[in-house]
């Protein structure tokens, strides 16, 4: 091994953050982003609630999911929404 600074990206060495795993294009496919924390401290839950508050007031609830104006837009207009590019379409999200 070589000499250096060595940093863990596994939450569980990082008590006090969250995990934040943003969405984007991948052609002209919609991946899903979310938010999420495995930890109970103070900080995480502070932090998580920060982004959650954030997302609730410019999102709109579709079931168990947040939708942004512009994902909202894009689904409308026939493009796809969905957790992975391999993922067949009967697995999309489908605004209701």
Do not use: C, W
């Amino acid at each position: 091994m070589r000499g250096g600074t060595r940093y863990a990206v596994d939450q569980q060495e990082n008590p006090n953050s969250i995990t934040f795993l943003h969405g984007g294009f991948y052609s002209n496919i919609l991946l899903y982003g979310k938010i999420g924390t495995v930890s109970d401290t103070k900080s995480s839950k502070t932090i998580f609630k920060a982004f959650s508050s954030i997302i609730k007031s410019r999102f709109r609830k579709y079931d168990v999911y947040y939708i942004g104006p512009d994902a909202e837009k894009f689904s409308r207009s026939g493009g796809r929404l969905t957790e992975s590019a391999q993922s067949p379409r009967e697995y999309d999200f489908v605004l209701g």
